[in-house]
């Protein structure tokens, strides 16, 4: 929303905003039209400057100094109070260490709360995604998507007709989300530890059929994976976890069925390759063939940043076969051409059943000014490996969901060299049962997870702004 009065003088402290080591320097111009809306013309223009080696130069800004808007949260007129610019040529360093510092962006429009002087309090919120453990109602959420995209039925009234889609398509599908046992193990309850071993299982006999599809097809249903719980031994001393002998099962029992040569390490390696794929997967461990599912050691290592791993990236689009529901992710740049052909008719019937607007009001207009511009210049990320989280490197994206061929959702985030931030995310009301909102959080949280294993030094998920007094915001 752009401002509609300034207030005060705009001073230029982006150096206290940013870095010290970086200094900035903006030259006074005129002009002022921001998000179609005439303004008060910005105190200053000019391109952010820094030392030769400083990251955050070239960005142009406009800044509008600090201005009070009509707060949608709680109403009041003149009582939002915030900083605000408009950007371009923005670098994604630059606009990573403003998000830091609290900074958000609408479209180009860059804002940041004043919180001494505005009625409601905008607090950003941000995850470290390594040390995320999905909660219990979490796991129940991403459970209920799994059965859901294996073809059985939903519990709440709006199942049946989500489920229609089903028959027309029971080809591929893809990431049934599986909660590994990672979240403490010795903290946890009795029912957790059976959950968690439930949705091990699950996994394990996914990639069991995964793995027989592609290698021994026509192989009839193999015997179910069974765990037994251990304590670690040598370095692991102490550490808890569970351990499977399903590798050496499968071998014996594809060697019954005539396939000669079959040995339990071969087939235990293809198996935890196949469970790490999954999001939110399982760290899996191969010793002599045995299947090993630390907790404790995979805490540790996940909160002192050490995983070097590459290449062991599931494909954003990737479809495996199999389950009853088709579900597929793409990842588009912002302005891509296609988005306003693909997304404007969802959005719009979001934004109407959702948040009660009017129809004549969600224009293609409305919609590529807020979501489909961006201040950020796209940049590409070296060394991922082709088919990887971050093949398309950093910039503004819409991610769109797609279940049975259809789009189920889209959300618009920014990848940074540090973070992923959620800008807006919005979903077919139709699918409302499906908790597409936590789903697709879930599953970017996963998806920072991955992509660390190629880019070390991301780490944040950025949800946007925590809001007490509004019960929309207060996730
Ligand atoms: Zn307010």
Redesign the pocket.
């Known amino acids: 929303r752009g401002p509609k009065r300034a207030i005060g003088e705009g001073v230029l402290f982006y150096n206290l905003l940013l870095s010290s080591n970086c200094f900035i320097h903006a030259i006074a111009r005129g002009i002022g039209h921001v998000q179609g809306e005439s303004v008060s013309p910005p105190t200053c223009v000019g391109r952010l400057k820094g030392p030769t080696s400083c990251a955050m130069e070239g960005a142009l800004v406009r800044d509008y100094g600090q201005h009070l808007t009509h707060?949608a949260?709680?109403?009041?007129n003149d009582?939002?109070s915030a900083h605000g610019m408009t950007a371009e040529d923005m670098s994604v360093q630059t606009y990573n260490a403003l998000l830091d510092r609290g900074w958000r962006r609408s479209g180009t429009w860059l804002y940041k709360p004043c919180h001494l002087q505005?009625?409601?309090q905008l607090l950003t919120i941000r995850l470290e995604a390594a040390q995320f453990r999905p909660s219990k109602a979490q796991r129940k959420v991403l459970a209920q998507w799994r059965r859901y995209l294996q073809g059985g039925t939903m519990s709440t009234a709006g199942g049946s007709a989500a489920c229609r889609h089903g028959d027309a398509s029971t080809s591929q599908a893809t990431h049934a989300t599986v909660p590994g046992p990672a979240a403490g193990a010795t903290t946890r309850g009795g029912s957790d530890l059976q959950d968690a071993i439930q949705a091990l299982q699950e996994a394990l006999d996914g990639a069991t059929a995964r793995y027989l599809a592609a290698s021994h097809p026509a192989a009839p249903s193999p015997p179910p994976a069974r765990f037994t719980q251990r304590c670690g031994k040598g370095k692991a001393q102490g550490s808890l976890g569970l351990t499977s002998a399903h590798a050496f099962v499968l071998a014996a029992w594809l060697r019954r069925q005539g396939r000669t040569g079959v040995e339990a390490r071969e087939v235990a390696q293809a198996l935890r390759t196949l469970l790490q794929r999954l999001p939110l997967g399982a760290e899996v461990e191969v010793a002599k063939g045995h299947l090993n599912f630390p907790w404790e050691r995979r805490q540790s290592a996940c909160a002192s940043g050490t995983e070097s791993q590459v290449g062991a990236v599931e494909p954003i689009t990737h479809i495996h076969a199999g389950l009853a529901h088709s579900f597929e992710r793409r990842l588009l740049p912002h302005d891509d051409p296609s988005l306003p052909e693909t997304e404007f008719e969802l959005f719009k019937k979001y934004q109407v059943h959702h948040h009660k607007e009017a129809e004549e009001g969600v224009t293609r207009k409305t919609f590529a000014h807020f979501l489909c511009s961006s201040p950020l210049t796209p940049e590409p990320f070296r060394g991922a490996p082709p088919g990887s989280c971050l093949e398309q490197g950093f910039g503004s994206f819409h991610q769109q969901y797609w279940l049975d061929g259809r789009l189920a959702a889209v959300s618009v985030i920014d990848i940074l060299p540090s973070c992923i931030s959620s800008k807006y995310f919005f979903w077919d009301p139709d699918l409302a049962h499906l908790s597409l909102g936590k789903v697709s959080s879930l599953l970017e949280i996963e998806w920072i997870q991955q992509a660390r294993l190629v880019c070390p030094s991301l780490r944040y998920y950025y949800l946007g702004f925590y809001l007490h007094?509004c019960h929309r915001m207060r996730y």
């Not at 949260?73 to 009041?76: A, Q």
């Open positions: 707060c949260y709680c109403g009041k009582a939002s505005t009625c409601c007094t």
